[in-house]
Every structure is written in C-alpha cells, then in structure tokens.
C-alpha cells in the first residue's frame, strides 16, 4: 500500500487565492490589512522564514512591514517598537521571528504584544482562549494542521490521535484543537516510555520533534495519517544538505494510507494560516470578523 500525499502547497495556493479574495473586499472599505514582522539576531534560518512571509504577505494583498536588528540589540528597542506598533490602528497583525538572542526574555516579548494583534497566538491570554475552546488566533503551525486535515475530511470524532512533542507553539496547541474535535488525544515527549507503543494506535499521527526521520514505517498503523512537521537538514548521506521531516517518509508511506511531504507540506500551510489570522485581525477590526477562528479561511 502506498500513501496518498496530501500536498502542503497545492492546497496553501487554494487557501490564500480565497484570502487574496478577502484582502480585496477589505480594499473596497479602504483598509489594507497589514502584519508587521520583527527579526532580532542574525540566524540564517530565521532570515530564511521571515522572507518567506514577507513574500507571502505581498503576494496575498497583505501589507508587510519588516524591523530588523542585531543580535546585540537591546531588550528595550524592541519593547519599545513593538508598543508602537500595538498603538499604530494601520497594523493588524505583530510577529516576533523566533528564537530571540540569549539575552532575550522571549516570554516577556511575546507577553508585550498586543492579543489583538497577536497572529502567531503565542500571548499567554490567547494560549488560555484557547485553551478554553475560544481562541482568538489559532497558533499557525497546528491551525495549518487543522485545515490539512480538514481538506482530506480525516475524521477526528473518536480517532486515536498520537502527538510526539509538547512545545508551546506545536505539540501543545495541536493537542488542544484535536481534543476540542472529540480525538482521543496522547502526546508524547522526550521521556515517553516506548515510543512506537503509542505511534502503532495512532489512526492521526503528528511528529513534531525536530529529529530527522525518527519515525519509520514499522512505528505507524496501516492505513494512518501521518502529518510530519519537523523541519530538519540532513547531516550526512547523499541527500546532505536538503531538507526532511521527522519521520522517514520512503518506509513510512508504505504503511500510511495519507501522508505529508517535508517539504511541500505543513511548512507552506503555516505561512498560509499566518496569512489568514492577519486578514482575521483586520476584519475584526471592522468590527465584522468571522465568528469562530476556524471558519477563517472560508
Ligand atoms: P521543540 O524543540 O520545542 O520541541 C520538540 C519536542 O520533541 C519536545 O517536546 C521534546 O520532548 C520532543 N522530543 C525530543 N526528542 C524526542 C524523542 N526522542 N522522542 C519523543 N519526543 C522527543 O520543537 P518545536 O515543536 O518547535 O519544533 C518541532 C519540529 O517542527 C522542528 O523540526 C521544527 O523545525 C519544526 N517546525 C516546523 C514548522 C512548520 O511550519 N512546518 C513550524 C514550527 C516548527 P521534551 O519536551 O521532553 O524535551
């Protein structure tokens, strides 16, 4: 059996040819939607994301706005900047690239910006919106999850849904969307006893782990959804130097009956939902966003 490959960019072109849509009906009321985007440090991939959204955002009908500095910058220049920015009424949305230099208390930036501006969802009060089934913004990473499995009609009613990796801004969020859709949800981590003991029940199966191609094929359920969000470089081998998930895609989709690619998969839909909490943010502005994040995109 091979797996079917749900593909990140097909259904990401999908996604924000409706969001350039809902930029131009924003338009015709004289507002344009507008994310602003600060990068502190120097770190290659990081530089690497935060074009890839400025390119996105230009793309969609989405107003960018990029601050840069150096990985010497003080703590306060960018506190400051970002209150600015939570006071400017033409600025919908306010992301800080992650990970912020050593001397950075990434918490206390994430705390600064404003909720209502805070399209990567990573505010506190918007962890516990959601939390409590009432998210203001979804965080992307899961959101683009969410609507991947959604495209495909996977059923969540009642699924076992296996999680490896407990971050704040994946494991976490994805958790806590899956149980509000009636999943069955297991999340495993780094001291998780056997790990293919959970990954074989899983009907969904997420990797979020950062550990290239940890999952094989023998540690997946016939017939599964596999959704690989780890992003690595492969070290060694004749692909060194390229790009690959968590899990060994070629023995994995032998077993599952649907699975993404890295790249082409999670990644694009990221960048699309981050999109898509932006013009959200700019409709409510309006005072006439959607009810329900979840209905974003439609
Ligand atoms: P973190 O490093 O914050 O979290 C990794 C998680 O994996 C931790 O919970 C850790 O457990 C767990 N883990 C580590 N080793 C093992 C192991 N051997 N067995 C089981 N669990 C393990 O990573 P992120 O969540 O930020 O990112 C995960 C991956 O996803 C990365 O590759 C990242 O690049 C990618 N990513 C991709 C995105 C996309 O758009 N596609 C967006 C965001 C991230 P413990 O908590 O015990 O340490």
Sequence with gaps: MTARILDGNALSATVRERLAQRAKALAKQDVTPALAVILVGDDPASAVYVRNKVAACEKTGVRSLKFSYPSDASPSAVLDKI???????????????????????????????????????FHASNVGALAQGKP?????????????????NVVLKGAEAVIVGRSNIVGKPMALLLLQNSATVTICHSQSRDLAFHTRRADILIAAVGRPKMITGNMIKPGATVIDVGINRQLDGPNAGKLCGDVDFESAKEVAGLITPVPGGVGPMTITMLLANTLEAAERNLGRGLEGNLKGTS
């Design 83 to 121: 209150a600015e920015l939570n006071a400017d009424p033409s600025v919908h949305g306010i992301l800080v690239q992650l990970p912020l230099p050593a001397h950075f208390d990434a918490d206390l930036v994430l705390e600064a910006i404003s909720p209502l501006k805070d399209v990567d969802g």
């Design 136 to 152: 203001l913004f979804i965080p992307c990473t899961p959101y683009g999850v969410m609507e991947m499995l959604r495209s495909e």
